[in-house]
């Protein structure tokens, strides 16, 4: 089955669109180290009633799969349709999407309550100014009192969140009124951010919820106490102890890696650990046992999301996305991996073994069989963090450097741009980029946001995506793997404005700021709905009617099943590289293909090609500025490649 790709080229290059990547696997193949490609082939045929989502095994009466298009059974033995199965499975996959992000929220909240109780050590508040401001949105009266009483304050209401005591979640009303007055309407205003997908797995119990449309529309509430809960204090909280993000230049791709350092790299999510870990590497005593072991010093480098978090706030060099996991392994050049949660295969110690490289888990609820545990405690941080940096220190004199190749050459890339910086870019106050749209300069903005996948050639969605967006003058959002993706391609300087259309070009060239915006990790795309909340707000509309889409070309998680639903929630078309297990159930496509526009103002797509996922983007564009009474084009975008 294609998934998005009609790259031509060998075999190595039809797996991923960069030099690094390619250079790695070809080492692999040399030397037989299994890769998730290899995997991948090893599971072909891949099973079609799951790849359908018509096989249930939620209980003992099951396992079962229907036949909705064939002859086979139609129901399940409790009675259950392809309707009935298809929203359960999506149902559920929101609701692990969603508590991996709210748990990860719930984490940092708890660090960031004990630091208000002044029992952690290597924590800060850094950014007090959004501290206080979160404090007012929050009805925390915080005059004359001191940041950390604010701080404990601003946690109990948080933690309450969580919980089930309220009717609405604090953020929510940072959406525009139109929208939280739809969502009342229609039932699906978050209330309790772990309450949600607890209510969902239990209505997806056999005999609970039976009717499709009822389970879909609690998706839409699960995904949402996500995007504005969970993920929301997530990163709100994170700027506050890490510092709010400003636009910072740094490097990308396995260049980064120093044949003559200590190499370190960070990959998970939570920016709890990898924060400490920037702290402690830059201890002398380490640095200088790093110079006695005969290195010139210690280089860290992230990956994935927790990789973001550093690039964000602190400029730290990134190594790769998803894909890269077992990659940066084979350079032979790095000497620890410390992993916290979510996207770590597993497969990464079995790739660590054919090195001298150290896999260090750290989070008790992700222990990796083969890895080295050392138990993270906010309350001792900052030496646990000197331990795991030393272990790397260690390693390094195991490595053997005729083993070491590290390809090409890092590529420079902006990031930082949290909303605040961009407002600020823009003078305190979204109003330049409202004139921009109105004036047709920039025709919209499009958060192209999530993974990769091995089905799909490594970034070409992202960046070809990408690449006709800002050729059509759309302004581009990125966060996750697609953020690093882009990253790798040079899009992301300002010199990058040259790639624009004219419009788009002008704008960032007057601004320097590139035509791709890095916005943060995968809890960070609750910045894009902050910014568009704020310019719905300001032009006195709903979210919905802005000119504004979503897409993830290459996505595989169950949390960027979450983050597409409550972008769609929200309010934004979002459009799909890989397609999600839901096409057993024709009623559930056409809902949410078609009959989501009239319920929330938006809808889903699925498209492989990225050429024709920009075409679908640019004409749904130029339809919301129609409906906004702007100056708007007709005809389809400009196509490079219709040549
Ligand atoms: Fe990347 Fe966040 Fe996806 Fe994982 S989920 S593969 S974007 S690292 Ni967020
Ligand atoms: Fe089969 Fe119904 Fe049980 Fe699912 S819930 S396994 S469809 S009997």
Redesign the pocket.
Known sequence: MAQGTAVMGTDIERLSLNQDARAMIARAREEGIETVWDRLAAQQPQCGYCALGISCRNCSMGPCRVDPFGEGPQKGVCGADADVIVARNLGRTIAAGASAHSDHGRDILEVFAELAGGVTEGYAIRDEAKLRALAEEWGVESDGLEPAEIAQELADLMMEDYGTRRSRLGFAARAPQQRTELWDKLGITPRGIDRESVEMLHRTHMGVDNDYVNTLLHGLRTSLSDGWGGSMIATELSDVMFGTPQPVVSKVNLGVLKPECVNIALHG?NPVLSDVILQASADPELVQLAKEKGAAGINLVGL??TGNELQMRKGIPMAG??LMQELVLLTGALDAMIVDY??IMPSVVDVAKCFHTVIISTADKAKFTGATHISFDPHRALAIGKDIVRRGVEAYANRNPERVRIPDEAVEMMAGFSVEAILGALGGTPEPLVEAIKAGKIRGAVGV????NPKVQQDYGHVRLTQRLIENDILVLVT???AIANGKAGQMMPASAKLAGPGLREVCESLGIPPVLHMG??VDNVRILVLAAALAKFLGVDISQLPLAGAAPE???E??VSIGTYVVASGIFTVLGVQPAIFGSRNVVKLLAEGLDDVVGAKFAVEADPEKAAALICRHIEAKREALGLEHRDRGPVLASAA
């Open positions: 999510h994935c999301c996305n998803h979510q996207c946001v999530g993974c990769n996750g793997c697609s990790s995968c996505w595989y998680s949390k960027a």
